[in-house]
């Protein structure tokens, strides 16, 4: 076969660039850059591009960007194991799948979503301590309390990531409470 009739050449490329692109969960989604933290990752990520790959400041910027990723992630995982612990393993990805298109279900739940949020944020770790708040999670909290499991995972959170003096949670996992 010519490699220009198979449509799978260069299949590694496009994965490769969704990658780079891939600023939240999902890469074809583009809505990517609609929330404020998907701009900060998105702003990192043009100015690194136009440095020169051996600079310091490449190094530096490509550092700071693959952190933001993994903390990203961790906390995405964070959430899921909760979720999948409250009972919603197949409806985990689902609850957690945020795009432009996501609306807040009651416009009565924002206040409650608001505060809920800020309750995770302050009395739990599920968010590490440099994290700002993702208006993501207010739309997933807002889902929790018309499942009416908004309290059940705070509760679950408490006990899975308790608020320690002086940082993030020790070794405990979201299975500690399985043990």
């Given at each position: 076969l010519c490699s220009?009739?198979?449509?799978y050449t260069s299949f590694g490329a496009t994965l490769a660039r969704d990658e780079e692109q891939n600023l939240w969960n999902t890469p074809h989604d583009v809505t990517h850059t609609e929330a404020d933290d998907d701009r900060v990752l998105y702003n990192m990520i043009v100015v690194r591009n136009q440095l020169d790959k051996d600079s310091e400041e490449w190094q530096k910027l490509n550092?700071?960007?693959y952190t933001l990723?993994?903390?990203?992630?961790?906390?995405r995982s964070r959430w899921k194991h909760i979720l999948e612990d409250l009972g919603f393993q197949k409806e985990a990805d689902s609850l957690l799948s945020v795009t432009k298109l996501s609306i807040i279900s009651d416009s009565q739940n924002m206040s409650k979503a608001r505060d809920i949020l800020l309750k995770l944020s302050e009395e739990t770790n599920i968010f590490p301590t440099s994290w700002e708040l993702?208006?993501?999670?207010?739309?997933?909290?807002?889902r929790l309390i018309t499942l009416?499991?908004?309290?059940?995972?705070?509760?679950m959170a408490s006990a899975v990531y308790p608020k320690r003096p002086g940082g993030d949670r020790g070794d405990e996992g979201p299975r500690a409470l399985q043990s």
């Open positions: 220009n009739n198979n449509p550092y700071d960007i990723r993994q903390t990203r992630k961790e906390v993702s208006e993501r999670y207010l739309f997933v909290v807002d009416d499991a908004a309290d059940e995972f705070f509760k």
